[in-house]
């Protein structure tokens, strides 16, 4: 399912591009200060590696199948010598890919909600736990349901600390940041954001989570929906803000 | 080298000249603009206090915009201009995102244009559009490392601020208080 997720993904990231003929112009240069430059190189890289490695569990899915090339073969024999190394590979890059989104908002000085070191491993943590969901939901082996149930627990609390954390940095901030911050305590984004991001898609779920490692019936698909849901909203609700703060002179 | 600007707030009758002879000057497409004209009133009525500021990009010493900028299609040319390669752009938005002074737009062709403090006539000798035209002549245009400059001579003689200080990004357009 990742690479598919990830190609659907790149494609909205095309269509949010006004140039769009000139894109190629990402891969013409590097440029080390730019974080979107970042992104573009590490999408590059692991999409491609994320297609090779599910690729070659396909056999292992569908008994039956046959690659159609010979090359194709050998390439499924060399992923599959490798496995252990790519698999290195690729979570070191789905890590910088995870903190992207975060690092490129927070490198707009001109939003000062988003102007801040904090939301890179907020918007990480964040991704990792709706990752953890959707494995809590897709999976068929319990052990490995309670393993990731026990994971996205963590993942929840750290996320909980950064949130409270981001609110406490930006009220000891300069004056544009605590603007920015009532946005979220008592203006516009307040409701949504401590009722569908904080209570909704985190705290409720957490609870959810809790009760079923205490052997309490619930479908795991509950709380894993309402963390991604919660993910998705969290992910809205910051970049919309984050467009309306700005400088004031 | 550092070009700059200087700009009396206090001879500024907010006529919008300088918009509209860039918009001729650069073929700015109908509805955008590259500079425009901003009222602050300070007190209450009726006592008063207008301030007048044409603004556009402060070509930033420290500029967030080129720093983002994935491919290098904003740059840094001879005396701090900042410019963008149409070509090279690829309407990702970012540095319209990082820019403090709204100073960037997006050009319907796709790409981003902002001021390129008119590079085109700087490089003939020639003032910018806007500066030439003001019919108060409120604005200043030239290099800060040459003492003798107008602009040098200005930020000597006047009180003066930019925009927005804290952001860090250095602006050079000056305003005269
Ligand atoms: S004013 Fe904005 S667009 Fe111009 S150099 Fe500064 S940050 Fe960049
Ligand atoms: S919109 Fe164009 S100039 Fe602006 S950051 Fe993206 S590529 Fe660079």
Redesign the interface.
Known sequence: MAPFLLVLGLFFLFLDLKHKLFFWRLYTTIRLESPMSWGAWVLMVITPLSFLWSASYLKELVPTWRWRWKFLERLEGLVIRYRTPIAWVMILYSLILGIYTGILLSAFNARPLWNTALLGPLFLVSGLSTGAATIMWMSKIHLERRLFTRIDLILIGIELFLIIHLFMGFLAGPEVQIEAASLFLNGRYALPFWGLVVVMGMVLPFFLEVLELRGKKIPAAIPAILILAGGLIFRIIMVEAGEATRYLY | MRYAMAIDTKKCVGCSDCVIACQIENEVPVGYCRDWVTETVHGSYPMLELELRSERCNHCDNP?CV???????SHVVEGGVVLVT?????????CI??????ARY?HP????DKCTFCIHRIRKGLQPACVAVCPTRCMYFGDLDDPSSEVSEMLRTRKYKV??P????KPQVYYLV
């Open positions: 967030p720093r983002c900028c994935p491919t290098g299609a149409p070509n090279k752009c690829i309407g990702c938005g970012a995102e990082s820019c403090p002074y709204e997006s062709d796709g790409h981003v925009l927005a804290e952001a860090g990004t």
